[in-house]
């Protein structure tokens, strides 16, 4: 990357981090626009989209924003990604390949999982979306519709807590689910996805693919 193309990209960034903490919708649109100039959609979305609301989060727990500042960004980014990203929706498993799906648990942070599932759906994944579904619903779910890979996005610490409590209520029903979990707990502590009994965790998207594919070789 040249320095005026590095430069640009830090000005933008630094704009489009402005623009959404001042909720100023055209302002972010039209700086959001221009990175695409930069990169594919969805490189930006990972590159620019989840450190900007990273340090958002982090302004707002050190107390410098306020948390409606934090909701309005979040909901800015959200109608962005819908506008670049393939459409969400519910889809039937696939022959040939494991019967996949792919859930938030029990919060209420959806953007994870809305670049997760867009990210491995254009890479040729198919995936079912569950939305958001407490354990007993996800456990019901999974039961019913035979799942081989879970996918599990949580943001907080409790959710991520009940990966656990799903990985127990599956097998108190012999049912054997592998299971990938990712998001903002995870990242804090490297080790919580083994000490909820997951069976891996990514850090973003392309781990996701990763880990999948990965999968897929050890089944062929
Ligand atoms: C935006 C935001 C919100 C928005 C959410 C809007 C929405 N529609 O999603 C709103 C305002 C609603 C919100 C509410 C709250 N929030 Co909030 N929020 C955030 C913030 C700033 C950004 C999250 C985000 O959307 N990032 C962008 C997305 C795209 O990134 P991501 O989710 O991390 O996903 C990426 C990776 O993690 C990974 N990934 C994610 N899932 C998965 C799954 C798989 C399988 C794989 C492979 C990868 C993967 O890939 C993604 C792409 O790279 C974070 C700060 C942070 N550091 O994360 C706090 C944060 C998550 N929130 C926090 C808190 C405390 C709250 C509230 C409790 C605040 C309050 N007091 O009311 C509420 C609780 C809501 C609830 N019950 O769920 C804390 C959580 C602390 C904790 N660990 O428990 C954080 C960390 C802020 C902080 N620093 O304290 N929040």
Redesign the pocket.
Known sequence: MTESVTKERVVLFEEFRQALEACDRGKAEKVFLQTLDLGSPLEM??SL??PT??R???D??TGRIA?SQ??M???L??DLMGRILPVEGQEEAKDGQPRRA?VVLN??????????YSVLRASGFHLMDYGRLDTDELVARIISDRVDEL?????????ALKVRKVRHALKARSVDVRI??????F??DPELWREMEADAM????A??IR?LRQWQGEKS
């Open positions: 979305v990972e989209i989840v609301l990273e958002i989060g982090g707002w727990e948390l934090v909701y960004s979040g909901r980014c959200e792919i919060d209420y942070h959806m953007l994870g999982k809305r670049i997760v996918l599990i996005s949580v943001l907080m610490l409790p959710s990938l979990v990712g998001g903002a707990p990242l804090f990514g850090k973003n998207a781990d996701g880990i």
